[in-house]
């Protein structure tokens, strides 16, 4: 399974940004999907998670801010990032993990600044 990250960028706090993540390969039907991010200097952390049954959980500092969701026709998660602050900067990763394996996307940055 290959994973590709999209849509990071720069934004003002208080902006959104919709981040996606396209598996490719071998998709099976029963999966995790997962977005970590990785601030400078910091311990890489758990944002938020969706089940192919479509369950979700948010670490708290995003909850209602951020809303992961899966759209199975085009294998694709996607991360919407509202009310960004300058504390969301960072490089946000998405991780996909079924019976075949985990497997990790490449990161795409986040910066929240004015």
């Known amino acids: 399974v290959q994973l590709q990250a999209s849509g990071g960028g720069l934004v003002q706090p208080g902006g959104s940004l919709r981040l996606a993540c396209a598996a490719s390969?071998?998709?099976?039907?029963?999966?995790?999907m997962r977005w970590y991010r990785q601030a400078p200097g910091k311990q890489r952390e758990l944002v938020a998670a969706i089940s192919s049954g479509g369950i979700t959980d948010y670490a708290d500092s995003v909850k209602g801010r951020f809303t992961i969701s899966n759209d199975n026709a085009k294998n694709t998660v996607y991360l919407q990032m509202n009310s960004l602050k300058p504390e969301d900067t960072a490089d946000y990763y998405c991780?996909?993990?079924?019976?075949?394996?985990?497997?990790w996307g490449q990161g795409t940055q986040v910066t929240v600044s004015s």
């Open positions: 991780n996909r993990q079924d019976v075949l394996g985990s497997y």
């Open positions: 390969g071998s998709i099976v039907s029963i999966f995790a």
